[in-house]
Nanobody
Framework: QVQLVESGGGLVQPGGSLRLSCAAS????????MGWYRQPPGKQRELVAS???????NFADSVNGRFTISRDNAKNTVYLQMNSLKPEDTAVYYC???????????????WGQGTQVTVSS
């Protein structure tokens, strides 16, 4: 089984910064696109940012210019640098990856357990 573990969430004041990390582990043959999603209270889960194996990135309009996504393929880790945080960024942030296990024949979507980010004064 492939597992994703997030870290780096917490409480921060508006205008502050946080860096989230997500490390994949298990019987991994290959990992394709990795990304970050978030789910604010009472709202649906939404894509925040994604990054392909070649480094191509995609950002939600609401975070474009404030957030940066990066990955370390050797460590099977993806990062989300969040700057100029706003109260509306408050949500549970989930890591996602398309992963192929050694015994697998197709990529499967894998989710982390989520990490809480709260932006409040």
């Amino acid at each position: 089984q492939v597992q994703l573990v997030e870290s780096g969430g917490g409480l921060v004041q508006p205008g502050g910064s946080l860096r989230l990390s997500c490390a994949a582990s298990g019987t991994i043959q290959s990992i394709n696109t990795m990304g970050w999603y978030r789910q604010p209270p009472g709202k649906q889960r939404e894509l925040v940012a994604s990054i392909a194996t070649n480094g191509a990135t995609n950002f939600a309009d609401s975070v474009n210019g404030r957030f940066t996504i990066s990955r370390d393929n050797a460590k099977n880790t993806v990062y989300l640098q969040m700057n100029s945080l706003k109260p509306e960024d408050t949500a549970v942030y989930y890591c996602n990856a398309l992963a192929l296990e050694w015994s697998g024949t197709y990529f499967r979507s894998v989710w982390g357990q989520g990490t809480q980010v709260t932006v409040s004064s």
